[in-house]
C-alpha cells in the first residue's frame, strides 16, 4: 500500500481509508491487500470526472 500512497501522493492512512471504503479497488491475496496500478488509474480518472 505504500507504493500506491506514493503514486497518489497521499499518507498511508488516507490511502488504507480509500481502500478500506471500497473507493480504490484491491483484491485479498492470501494476509496482503493488492492494488493494480490499473485500478490506481480508475480512481484517478474517477476524480477528474467528478471535478
Same mark, same amino acid.
Given at each position: 500500500? #505504500? ?8 499518507? $498511508? ?8 471504503? +471500497?473507493?480504490?479497488? #484491491? ?8 492494488? $493494480? ?8 480518472? +474517477? ?5
Amino acid at each position: 500500500m #505504500s507504493e500506491v500512497a506514493q503514486m497518489l501522493g497521499y499518507g $498511508l492512512s488516507k490511502t488504507k481509508q480509500l481502500i478500506a471504503t +471500497g473507493q480504490i479497488k #484491491s483484491v485479498k491475496d492470501g494476509g496482503n491487500r493488492r492494488v $493494480l496500478p490499473q485500478w490506481v488509474d480508475d480512481y484517478i480518472a +474517477g476524480l477528474v470526472e467528478a471535478a
